[in-house]
């Protein structure tokens, strides 16, 4: 089985200050990892993947995720958070060879960047 | 290009009742995925389709079943609707068929309210 920890509901962050929203995860061999955004009222939006290669991987509106696989974690950076980043962010694995390559997501962790 | 439609944006049903519920996908889009969202609980896998076969199914009851059409289009039924039924319905398209290395496309939702 696969699993995705995001272990904390809710981050706050002051306006231009650097963001980080975590997330671990479980998973039997080699991992995909997703992430995505929800804003109120809308479906989740990609951001970035980690399939292979650098560990560091850039995606939309600025933000970037590091993979780390001895700690088995993939966290959401942004070097200078702004108000409209306040948003529902979900990590998602997926795997092949043992996991399942229907992405398991997380539950969710709630980003408010105040002004 | 359009994204992901899901048809219709709010639906109220009573305890009992059938509900159906419809997406379209992105086009050249084969994979249509469906997800409950229930407050506090992130996105539960529902159902997998693609090429016009259910290729998985999360772990719910059969009243829960679907259907993709040839068009890729697909709809969601739920029968004998409960009160905890009550939630957010995603669709979601990808390329994905088998590697878990693609994003997912997702569509605005249905919120599905059983009183």
């Known amino acids: 089985a696969q699993s995705v920890a995001q272990p904390e509901d809710q981050v706050n962050v002051a306006e231009g200050n650097p963001l980080t929203v975590k997330c671990t995860y479980s998973?039997?061999?080699?991992?995909?990892l997703f992430w995505y955004v929800q804003y109120p009222n809308r479906g989740l939006q990609f951001l970035l993947k980690?399939?292979?290669?650098?560990?560091l991987v850039k995606g939309s509106y600025g933000f970037e995720a590091e993979f780390n696989k001895s700690q088995t974690s993939f966290h959401l950076k942004k070097p200078s958070a702004l108000v409209s980043d306040s948003a529902l962010y979900f990590c998602?694995?997926?795997?092949?060879?043992?996991?399942?390559?229907?992405?398991?997501f997380g539950r969710g962790t709630s980003l408010i960047v105040h002004p | 290009e359009a994204g992901v439609t899901q048809s219709p944006t709010h639906l109220i049903k009573t305890r009992g009742q059938q509900a159906t519920l419809r997406c379209s996908p992105i086009?050249?889009?084969?994979?249509v995925y469906w997800y409950q969202q229930a407050l506090g609980l992130g996105l539960q896998f529902l159902l997998w389709?693609?090429?016009?076969?259910?290729?998985n199914r999360g772990n719910f009851p059969p009243r829960f079943s679907g259907r993709q059409f040839p068009n890729y289009s697909s709809e969601l039924n739920v029968n004998a609707l409960e009160l905890e039924d009550s939630a957010l319905y995603l669709c979601?398209?990808?390329?994905?068929?088998?590697?878990?290395?693609?994003?997912?496309?997702f569509g605005p939702g249905t919120r599905l309210t059983v009183t």
């Open positions: 389709y693609d090429e016009g076969e259910e290729r």
């Open positions: 980690y399939i292979t290669g650098d560990n």
């Open positions: 998973v039997s061999g080699n991992p995909y």
């Open positions: 998602a694995v997926s795997s092949r060879g043992g996991g399942s390559y229907i992405p398991t």
């Open positions: 086009s050249g889009h084969t994979s």
């Open positions: 979601a398209s990808s390329l994905e068929y088998g590697t878990g290395t693609y994003e997912q496309y």
